[in-house]
């Protein structure tokens, strides 16, 4: 894969760059805990270890999984994004979101183009200002769950910040598999999910919304109705009126009209 690496990711999206250690190798262990805030995490289920943890968050494991599954001639890749926090067992790197890059062109390895981190940091600067690039994704077909020699050139290259990790997915076998920095390796290590954040909130209170909408209808439709039925009542009376009057009306004149009239208004 000749042109993985035609343009390295800005260096704005990831400064500041906490964590980073100059001319020694990435690992996860030399991340000091103080300079992450704090944050407690929320797990569905799993332990987390003592010391740096990866957490992916479930809707964005969803994506990933969806975005392989959705091409399984070739390579897919994109970035993951997130931030890094402290809680009482050390740091963890939450992955919150996660960047869709391209296929590759052909069947063979990803490639992170010049226009794919084009993409990538418009993608960053319109909605996650406040996150940063904390590794990258992409898929093996079918063919297991390890790093490339190509691989492990793509992380040292592009997300060698100690916290920066790298993820396989297998969309075919189902496997994945989540790499982080040890001693200037990229190495496999366990995962937790946490639960999306309430997203079913807002389609409730949409609901609910609409809800009070249709019962603003529905009581606008309750008073055109109730008035309806007093005007036919209304109208029904006057036409009973009209039709009682002419019944008992007077007798046309002549003595054949007052039999009649008589005959008509007595029942004889
Ligand atoms: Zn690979």
């Given at each position: 894969?000749?042109d993985?690496?035609?343009?390295?990711?800005?260096?704005?999206?990831?400064?500041?760059?906490?964590?980073a250690?100059?001319?020694?190798?990435p690992?996860?262990?030399g991340?000091?805990?103080?300079?992450?805030p704090?944050?407690?995490?929320?797990?569905?289920s799993?332990?987390r270890?003592?010391?740096?943890?990866?957490?992916?968050?479930?809707?964005?494991?969803d994506?990933i999984?969806?975005?392989?599954?959705?091409n399984?001639?070739?390579?897919?890749c994109?970035?993951?994004?997130?931030?890094?926090?402290?809680?009482s067992?050390?740091?963890y790197?939450?992955?919150?979101?996660?960047?869709?890059?391209?296929a590759?062109?052909?069947?063979a390895?990803?490639?992170?183009?010049?226009?794919?981190?084009?993409?990538i940091h418009?993608?960053?600067?319109?909605?996650?200002?406040?996150?940063?690039?904390?590794?990258?994704?992409?898929?093996?077909?079918?063919?297991g769950?390890?790093?490339?020699?190509?691989?492990v050139?793509?992380?040292?290259?592009?997300?060698?910040l100690?916290?920066?990790?790298?993820?396989?997915?297998d969309?075919?076998?189902?496997?994945?598999?989540?790499?982080?920095?040890?001693?200037?390796?990229?190495t496999?290590?366990p995962?937790?999910?946490?639960?999306?954040?309430?997203?079913?909130?807002?389609?409730?209170?949409?609901?609910?919304?609409?809800?009070?909408?249709?019962?603003?209808?529905?009581s606008?439709?309750?008073?055109?109705?109730?008035?309806?039925?007093?005007?036919f009542v209304?109208?029904?009376?006057?036409?009973?009126?009209?039709?009682?009057?002419?019944?008992?009306?007077?007798?046309?004149?002549?003595?054949?009209?007052?039999?009649?009239?008589s005959?008509?208004?007595?029942?004889?």
């Amino acid at each position: 894969m000749s042109d993985t690496t035609s343009e390295p990711p800005s260096t704005e999206t990831n400064s500041p760059t906490p964590g980073a250690s100059a001319g020694s190798l990435p690992d996860v262990s030399g991340i000091s805990v103080d300079e992450w805030p704090a944050r407690e995490l929320t797990l569905h289920s799993g332990t987390r270890s003592d010391g740096f943890q990866v957490v992916y968050r479930r809707d964005v494991l969803d994506s990933i999984h969806s975005h392989g599954q959705s091409n399984t001639k070739v390579e897919v890749c994109g970035v993951l994004v997130g931030r890094v926090y402290r809680d009482s067992a050390g740091t963890y790197l939450l992955v919150d979101a996660c960047i869709a890059g391209e296929a590759a062109s052909h069947a063979a390895n990803v490639t992170f183009t010049g226009a794919t981190w084009s993409k990538i940091h418009d993608e960053m600067d319109r909605l996650y200002p406040e996150e940063r690039i904390v590794g990258w994704y992409h898929t093996h077909p079918a063919f297991g769950i390890f790093l490339s020699e190509m691989d492990v050139f793509i992380q040292a290259n592009f997300f060698n910040l100690p916290w920066q990790v790298a993820m396989v997915y297998d969309p075919i076998g189902g496997d994945e598999g989540t790499f982080v920095w040890r001693n200037g390796m990229p190495t496999r290590e366990p995962v937790l999910c946490e639960p999306a954040p309430p997203a079913t909130e807002e389609p409730t209170s949409l609901k609910a919304d609409e809800f009070a909408a249709l019962e603003d209808r529905l009581s606008v439709f309750d008073r055109v109705f109730v008035v309806m039925l007093m005007l036919f009542v209304a109208i029904l009376l006057v036409l009973l009126i009209i039709y009682e009057l002419r019944s008992t009306a007077p007798p046309p004149p002549g003595p054949v009209g007052w039999l009649q009239w008589s005959a008509t208004a007595h029942g004889t």
